[in-house]
T-cell receptor, first 114, second 109 residues
């Protein structure tokens, strides 16, 4: 079956603009994660959705970042008033509930803020 | 605080064995992951350790000592395609998986 998909694959935007990044998880995966990866760095946890539970937003770096998940499937990560330091690869991962929770990653969206 | 340490870079020779270490200090611990990430690609799952000891999966093995906050990934019979970054990650709670910065492994002929 299809894996995790993300769109767009690349996004170039000007400082101050808003951007929306989309993630389509694997069908049946109720858990969904967003991570950020700067060049040569590890993954920085941003937000976690599990089913209908309230999301864990503890990793969001500022109130310019928000995410939603509609219908327990597709998720959108929104960054408002983008800054140059927001430039990174944004990775989405999904997994089945319970454990061990192997995560399946999407190809990522490379965001460049000029 | 939460901290995961692993070497930044390592180099090894094709056909040889390499061990990538990871130490962690986290507020909770459910298990430890190893992921492989080739340049420009998404991470892919290698292993998940919950109990102490060594788990072998083909050329790759992963070891965990919970009392020492220590894990290693052992790669045998290295191949050029093993050149990648290897990420150690701790499942610290029901929702949060904390990743290390990764170890960039280069394989030379």
């Amino acid at each position: 079956g299809a894996g995790v998909s993300q769109s767009p694959s690349n996004k170039v935007t000007e400082k101050g603009k808003d951007v929306e990044l989309r993630c389509d998880p694997i069908s049946g995966h109720t858990a969904l994660y967003w991570y950020r990866q700067s060049l040569g760095q590890g993954l920085e946890f941003l937000i976690y959705f599990q089913g209908n539970s309230a999301p864990d937003k503890s990793g969001l770096p500022s109130d310019r970042f928000s995410a939603e998940r509609t219908g327990g499937s597709v998720s959108t990560l929104t960054i408002q008033r983008t800054q140059q330091e927001d430039s990174a690869v944004y990775l989405c991962a999904s997994s089945l509930p319970g454990g061990p929770v192997e995560q399946f990653f999407g190809p990522g969206t490379r965001l460049t803020v000029l | 605080g939460q901290n995961i340490d692993q070497p930044t870079e390592m180099t090894a020779t094709e056909g040889a064995i390499v061990q990538i270490n990871c130490t962690y200090q986290t507020s909770g611990f459910n298990g430890l992951f190893w992921y492989q990430q080739h340049a420009g690609e998404a991470p892919t799952f290698l292993s998940y350790n919950v109990l102490d000891g060594l788990e072998e999966k083909g050329r790759f093995s992963s070891f965990l000592s919970r009392s020492k906050g220590y894990s290693y990934l052992l790669l045998k019979e290295l191949q050029m395609k093993d050149s990648a970054s290897y990420l150690c990650a701790v499942d610290s709670s029901a929702s949060k998986i904390i990743f290390g910065s990764g170890t960039r492994l280069s394989i030379r002929p």
